[in-house]
């Protein structure tokens, strides 16, 4: 009797260890989370995206409210009353409110301003030769990149406001890499029936300075409680209790060679030393470049092949005459590849099932193509360049979470710091990953 008493309490220190490691790890963790906080914002949200050629619309009488909790939402989301334009000026879809902008607005969200974006969210650099390029925040002579170029400027102004964009390869990411806030892809089941232009690759994403705010968001999606195990788990890391296996490409040079320019393999090389140096990350190599070569075609197809679909049923004669001609002869592209989309989707398919990155391990890249912003007198020239989605679409072909964070130590030259790119099978991983990182998200006074 004595020694199973011994025993059960020799249990239960180690449980009362175990428990107090646990508490200590989630406090460290929490304090990671506020130490990632931004400060600063103003009100006037309103005034500040017009100037910017950011937003549509934008409610009335908000201009002298604390901007916590208003939501932005991309201009390809319908609301009762109020048609989404796919940033053309027209009332192209007249449809319901989609069940994720409805989670949101039940989750406390208060819409207020529909976003601008490039034209039929078909291009990457923030142009738009209709309602206006979207104007970088932290410098106007560059532009905020694209396509949810609205939802990033409006994501940037203060830490408690979230924006809703969409992101079929990189559409929400690239411009938070841009602008400098947080930018994260979901998984295509979250947009919880509604479509988009292209449902084999397309996904919701939301744009914060603030983790809190985007952990909020997560949890009117119906991620519960996923804050406090991503706290748990960067606590437990940073306290040597575990480690987060970072997956880097071994093929880097390659890649830059051929996709990306030095600038932005320079900040790249930066960021992995500062997540070595950490010591709460187990550095390992995976081969992306074949990965890459593999994928983007199939991906290509599916996703052009489905823009000419959803374009031949909301895109008709007023709509087509506003588009540039380069995305008229995208869309033509589109219709000549409909044979192939099947098998290309099937391919893709057995690509995704026999790639599995593990849910423990998180994949870091460059987020952006480029060490510089995207000047305005560019964007029209680089809108429907491939070589801006290198790395964003490798989330969207494996259906990943996927996040942008403005890492530097470098800076752009619109003034954001360099961003790094995450993504992960697990979302806790993922933004575990993050707040490990010094991440500097600032706001604009």
Same mark, same amino acid.
């Given at each position: 009797?004595?020694?199973?008493?011994?025993?059960?309490?020799?249990?239960?220190?180690?449980?009362?260890?175990?428990?107090?490691?646990?508490?200590?790890?989630?406090?460290?963790?929490?304090?990671?989370?506020?130490?990632?906080?931004?400060?600063?914002?103003?009100?006037?949200?309103?005034?500040?995206?017009?100037?910017?050629?950011?937003?549509?619309?934008?409610?009335?009488?908000?201009?002298?409210?604390?901007? #916590?909790?208003?939501?932005?939402?991309?201009?390809? *989301?319908?609301?009762?009353?109020?048609?989404?334009?796919?940033?053309?000026?027209?009332?192209?879809?007249?449809?319901?409110?989609?069940?994720?902008?409805?989670?949101?607005?039940?989750?406390?969200?208060?819409?207020?301003?529909?976003?601008?974006?490039?034209?039929?969210?078909?291009?990457?650099?923030?142009?738009?030769?209709?309602?206006?390029?979207?104007?970088?925040?932290?410098?106007?002579? *560059?532009?905020?990149?694209?396509?949810?170029?609205?939802?990033?400027?409006? !994501?940037?102004?203060?830490?408690?406001?979230?924006?809703?964009?969409?992101?079929?390869?990189?559409?929400?990411?690239?411009?938070?890499?841009?602008?400098?806030?947080?930018?994260?892809?979901?998984?295509?089941?979250?947009?919880?029936? *509604?479509?988009?232009?292209?449902?084999?690759?397309?996904?919701?994403?939301?744009?914060?300075?603030?983790?809190?705010?985007?952990?909020?968001?997560?949890?009117?999606?119906?991620?519960?409680?996923?804050?406090?195990?991503?706290?748990?788990?960067?606590?437990?890391?940073?306290?040597?209790?575990?480690?987060?296996?970072?997956?880097?490409?071994?093929?880097?040079?390659?890649?830059?060679? #051929?996709?990306?320019?030095?600038? !932005?393999?320079?900040?790249?090389?930066?960021?992995?030393?500062?997540?070595?140096?950490?010591?709460?990350?187990?550095?390992?190599?995976?081969?992306?470049?074949?990965?890459?070569?593999?994928?983007?075609?199939?991906?290509?197809?599916?996703?052009?092949?489905?823009?000419?679909?959803?374009?031949?049923?909301?895109?008709?004669?007023?709509?087509?005459?506003?588009?540039?001609?380069?995305?008229?002869?995208?869309?033509?592209?589109?219709?000549?590849?409909?044979?192939?989309?099947?098998?290309?989707?099937?391919?893709? #398919?057995?690509?995704?099932?026999? +790639?599995?990155?593990?849910?423990?391990?998180?994949?870091?890249?460059?987020?952006?193509?480029?060490?510089?912003?995207?000047?305005?007198?560019?964007?029209?020239?680089?809108?429907?360049?491939?070589?801006?989605?290198?790395? +964003?679409?490798?989330?969207?072909?494996?259906?990943? *979470?996927?996040?942008?964070?403005?890492?530097?130590?470098?800076?752009?030259?619109?003034?954001?710091?360099?961003?790094?790119?995450?993504?992960?099978?697990?979302?806790?991983?993922?933004?575990?990953?993050?707040?490990?990182?010094?991440?500097?998200?600032?706001?604009?006074?």
């Amino acid at each position: 009797m004595g020694s199973l008493e011994s025993a059960a309490a020799s249990l239960g220190d180690g449980v009362r260890s175990s428990s107090k490691l646990l508490d200590s790890a989630l406090e460290n963790g929490l304090k990671l989370l506020r130490a990632r906080e931004p400060g600063g914002g103003a009100s006037g949200v309103c005034r500040r995206l017009e100037r910017l050629n950011a937003s549509i619309t934008c409610r009335s009488g908000l201009e002298d409210r604390s901007p #916590e909790g208003l939501l932005s939402y991309k201009d390809t *989301y319908p609301l009762p009353g109020e048609p989404a334009g796919w940033g053309t000026g027209l009332p192209l879809d007249t449809g319901g409110e989609p069940q994720v902008l409805k989670a949101l607005t039940t989750g406390g969200f208060e819409p207020y301003a529909r976003t601008s974006m490039d034209i039929l969210a078909l291009g990457t650099s923030g142009f738009n030769p209709v309602l206006g390029d979207v104007l970088n925040p932290r410098n106007p002579r *560059y532009t905020t990149g694209g396509s949810s170029g609205g939802a990033a400027a409006s !994501a940037l102004l203060a830490p408690g406001l979230l924006a809703l964009a969409s992101d079929a390869g990189g559409s929400a990411r690239i411009p938070a890499g841009y602008t400098g806030v947080l930018g994260l892809k979901l998984r295509r089941i979250d947009y919880r029936g *509604y479509r988009g232009m292209a449902p084999s690759v397309e996904a919701p994403g939301l744009l914060s300075l603030s983790m809190t705010t985007l952990v909020r968001g997560l949890e009117a999606l119906g991620y519960r409680g996923v804050g406090e195990r991503a706290a748990l788990a960067a606590g437990a890391a940073a306290e040597g209790l575990a480690r987060i296996t970072l997956l880097t490409p071994e093929d880097l040079g390659l890649l830059c060679r #051929e996709a990306l320019d030095p600038g !932005a393999c320079s900040a790249f090389e930066e960021q992995v030393e500062a997540a070595r140096s950490s010591g709460a990350f187990l550095i390992a190599g995976v081969k992306l470049h074949s990965l890459y070569k593999t994928l983007e075609p199939p991906r290509a197809v599916v996703t052009l092949a489905e823009a000419a679909d959803w374009a031949g049923k909301f895109c008709r004669e007023e709509c087509v005459s506003r588009l540039p001609e380069r995305l008229k002869g995208l869309l033509r592209l589109g219709g000549m590849l409909r044979p192939w989309r099947g098998e290309a989707a099937r391919v893709l #398919e057995r690509v995704r099932t026999s +790639t599995q990155i593990p849910g423990s391990t998180v994949l870091a890249t460059p987020a952006v193509a480029t060490g510089g912003c995207i000047p305005v007198e560019e964007a029209g020239r680089l809108a429907y360049t491939r070589r801006a989605i290198v790395f +964003t679409s490798l989330a969207n072909t494996l259906d990943l *979470y996927s996040l942008s964070i403005p890492l530097g130590p470098s800076r752009l030259d619109c003034g954001a710091p360099a961003p790094l790119l995450l993504s992960s099978s697990s979302l806790e991983a993922l933004l575990a990953a993050a707040l490990l990182l010094p991440y500097r998200a600032e706001a604009i006074h």
